[in-house]
């Protein structure tokens, strides 16, 4: 009998639930994890032997997944807590949160990239307008078959469409599972890798709560289940939000892979023509 896979709703909960081990996997550096509070804080940690990461058990395709997140605070420098959704193989699929840190009073970096079919170079770079090192602030990432939105505090800061009329690949086949680390990238991360890890502040903290998902879970079985019907799934920015974006990536932008003639001197993506 062959495989058929099906698609089950999950609605929108607290995954990260009182028992972490039911939602989420350690991948590595399970000693610099820290789960507090009955299970409803997760702590990863940096020292100069190794990072730590986790992933969820499930897989999903499309979803609105949603984090609070407080940054490793202080002197940053060369560190980077990630969150993000990735599928497995050669030719994945992911879309990510990145914060680059920074010396002590610096801003964070956040950095954005839409991988499809093991292909990226798709950068925008942000500033926040807070501290995200004072408190936790909610970072979501919107991804359904038309759109994908980042999302800070629930304000879009960047839209990538799907423009597969243009050829250009949009990640709709390949399931992801949730992922966060914290790792050291002092050879890029902070001003290009001139300013490097100072192991001597060790460890660095980054902390999480309240990781959501109100997604299809991916799952193999025996018939085909469509997804619920959910707001998020033919969610698009209507005109207040996107003028909500544009104020974003006007005062708070610092990078955009789109305007970078010199990147691309064959011509800018195609995607580029049409994204925000």
């Not at 998020?232 to 544009?246: F, G, I, T």
Request: some cysteine; glycine content about 6%; hydrophobic content about 40%.
């Amino acid at each position: 009998m062959p495989l058929i896979v099906f698609l089950v709703v999950l609605p929108w909960v607290a995954v990260f639930a009182r028992n972490f081990s039911q939602d989420f996997d350690l991948t590595w550096g399970s000693d610099r994890v820290r789960i507090l509070n009955n299970g409803e804080l997760l702590t990863l940690s940096l020292d100069k032997d190794s990072g730590s990461a986790f992933q969820s058990k499930n897989e999903y395709l499309f979803g609105k997944i949603s984090v609070q997140l407080k940054l490793v605070p202080d002197y940053s420098a060369g560190t980077v807590t990630s969150y993000y959704l990735a599928s497995q193989g050669s030719t994945w699929d992911e879309i990510d949160f990145e914060f680059l840190g920074n010396l002590s009073g610096d801003p964070y970096t956040v950095h954005t990239n839409v991988i499809t079919e093991g292909k990226g170079d798709r950068e925008q770079q942000f500033r926040l307008w807070f501290d995200p090192t004072a408190d936790f602030h909610t970072y979501s990432i919107l991804w359904n078959p038309h759109v994908i939105i980042f999302y800070v505090d629930g304000t879009p800061i960047r839209e990538f469409k799907n423009l597969d009329s243009t050829k250009v690949p949009f990640p709709e086949s390949r399931a992801m599972r949730i992922h966060s680390s914290i790792w050291n990238a002092d050879d890029w991360a902070t001003k290009g890798g001139l300013i490097k890890t100072d192991w001597s502040k060790a460890p660095f903290t980054a902390s999480f709560r309240n990781i959501s998902a109100q997604a299809c879970i991916w799952a193999s079985g025996s018939g085909a289940y469509p997804c619920s019907s959910n707001s998020w799934q033919a969610k698009q920015l209507d005109a207040p939000s996107l003028e909500r974006l544009m104020w974003v990536q006007k005062h708070y932008m610092i990078y955009n892979y789109c305007i970078d003639l010199k990147r691309f001197p064959q011509g800018l993506p195609l995607e580029c023509a049409a994204t925000t």
